[in-house]
């Protein structure tokens, strides 16, 4: 999972596993949760969202899990690539309050390198 | 790739001078945002914009001002650069709240 301080989380895996990277979020009223993936030099590119109405969303070989018990947020890779080595990082939100910008708080990241 | 342009990438600049950072955006998205990204901290939104000249402040806005005079673009001012704004700055768009945000490629800012 992903925790706060200079050092990222990794997980190596080798190509064609599957891999699941873990995310905690805090709020209990966030209500919208979005992963993304940042490649090194590059900006953050939006993966999948899942709202807090659903336990579930597929991707094309991403599968997010949502559980809002243990505020609990997980990406699953099927098939892993070397392609997909990255930070990784979960963002929630919460629209309680009357925000009015839809304000994300993102995760630290977590480092996943796969190998060829 | 959603159509967002980062200028300039990078930058070097001493302490003290002003400096401007410019998001350009094809996409006619209403929300626009600066983030700033530090290891140990993720990315923290700086300024966020809701529409032309509609801008309101982020949770590190100490230092920075935004403008919005067009759609298409969000410009980031830090009026006296301090060593402490060295940072990569990060500009998203998104069609509507609490919708995906979609990131440019960042502009590197060492101050010395």
């Known amino acids: 999972g992903e925790s706060v301080g200079l050092h990222l989380p990794t997980l190596s895996v080798q190509e064609g596993d599957n891999s699941i990277i873990n995310c905690a979020y805090s709020?209990?009223?966030?209500?919208?949760f979005i992963w993304y993936k940042q490649e090194s030099g590059k900006g953050p590119q939006f993966i999948i969202d899942?709202?807090?109405?659903?336990d579930k969303r597929q991707g094309q070989r991403v599968t997010v899990l949502l559980n809002k018990t243990v505020k609990h947020l997980s990406l699953q890779i099927a098939a892993t690539q070397p392609g997909d080595s990255a930070v990784y990082f979960c963002?929630?939100?919460?629209?309680?309050?009357?925000?009015?910008?839809?304000?994300?708080?993102f995760g630290q990241g977590t480092i996943l390198t796969v190998h060829p | 790739d959603a159509g967002i342009t980062q200028s300039p990438r990078h930058k070097v600049t001493e302490t003290g001078t002003p400096v401007t950072l410019r998001c350009h955006q094809t996409?006619?998205?209403?929300?626009m945002y600066w983030y700033r990204q530090d290891p140990g901290h993720g990315l923290r939104l700086i300024h966020y914009?809701?529409?032309?000249?509609?801008?309101d402040k982020g949770e590190v806005s100490d230092g920075y001002s935004v403008s919005r005079s067009k759609t298409e673009d969000f410009l980031l001012t830090l009026e006296s650069a301090t060593s402490s704004q060295t940072s990569v700055y990060f500009c998203?768009?998104?069609?509507?709240?609490?919708?995906?945000?979609?990131f440019g490629d960042g502009t590197r800012l060492s101050i010395l």
């Open positions: 998203a768009i998104s069609a509507l709240m609490a919708q995906p945000q979609h």
């Open positions: 709020n209990s009223a966030s209500d919208y």
């Open positions: 899942i709202r807090s109405n659903m």
């Open positions: 963002a929630e939100n919460s629209e309680a309050g009357g925000t009015s910008y839809g304000k994300l708080t």
């Open positions: 996409e006619n998205h209403r929300y």
């Open positions: 914009s809701y529409g032309v000249k509609d801008t």
